[in-house]
T-cell receptor
Framework: DTAVSQTPKYLVTQMGNDKSIKCEQN?????MYWYKQDSKKFLKIMFS???????INETVPNRFSPKSPDKAHLNLHINSLELGDSAVYFC????????????FGEGSRLTVL | AQSVSQHNHHVILSEAASLELGCNYS??????LFWYVQYPGQHLQLLLK??????LVKGIKGFEAEFIKSKFSFNLRKPSVQWSDTAEYFC?????????FGDGTTLTVKP
């Protein structure tokens, strides 16, 4: 059983389109995250939710909107996609918001043409 | 603001060589420290972590790291690398629910 699963794994789309990436964790964790990994492998946190409540919102364009329908799910919707949005997006979860390791999903590679 | 720096961007070693990857963090308070590994085409996995106690922590696959508080360092070591250790290695510091990652070190092990 995959602990943190993301769909889709690959996404190729045109500039200006809107797309969503879904994430689900079956670990019973309270906290979930979205990270962006660019072409140089740099990892930057985008959002963090604790029990459906937004707790971290880094400097991310408004075109990115996370949604957490319940604590096991954290989806990422991106409007008006731009070339610079091309990256691998990783979902992660942790048992507590204060400390603890992160459990990562396998990533969703987004390519904007 | 919390930051993590990794000194080596790309390390190339032959099998059986010893490895040390540097990591420094900048934060005055209590942080939890981690090393993650990302094998080609895969997601990040935890190698080891330090919360408190013995500053020398052992992780999976023969890796270890030493926390030196006075130097704000958490270097990763392995006495003898294998070809299968070829991967991207990330140091991370965690405080108040936020993990900050270093820029990563690409390790290439030649057979």
């Amino acid at each position: 059983d995959t602990a943190v699963s993301q769909t889709p794994k690959y996404l190729v789309t045109q500039m200006g389109n809107d797309k969503s990436i879904k994430c689900e964790q079956n670990l019973g964790h309270d906290t979930m995250y979205w990270y962006k990994q660019d072409s140089k492998k740099f990892l930057k946190i985008m959002f963090s939710y604790n029990n459906k409540e937004l707790i971290i919102n880094e400097t991310v364009p408004n075109r990115f909107s996370p949604k957490s329908p319940d604590k096991a799910h954290l989806n990422l919707h991106i409007n008006s996609l731009e070339l610079g949005d091309s990256a691998v997006y990783f979902c992660a979860s942790s048992p507590r918001s204060e400390n603890g390791e992160l459990f990562f999903g396998e990533g969703s590679r987004l390519t904007v043409l | 603001a919390q930051s993590v720096s990794q000194h080596n961007h790309h390390v190339i070693l032959s099998e059986a060589a010893s490895l040390e990857l540097g990591c420094n963090y900048s934060y005055g308070g209590t942080v939890n420290l981690f090393w993650y590994v990302q094998y080609p085409g895969q997601h990040l996995q935890l190698l080891l972590k330090y919360f408190s106690g013995d500053p020398l922590v052992k992780g999976i696959k023969g890796f270890e790291a030493e926390f030196i508080k006075s130097k704000f360092s958490f270097n990763l070591r392995k006495p003898s690398v294998q070809w299968s250790d070829t991967a991207e290695y990330f140091c991370a510091a965690r405080n108040a629910g936020k993990s900050t990652f270093g820029d990563g070190t690409t390790l290439t092990v030649k057979p």
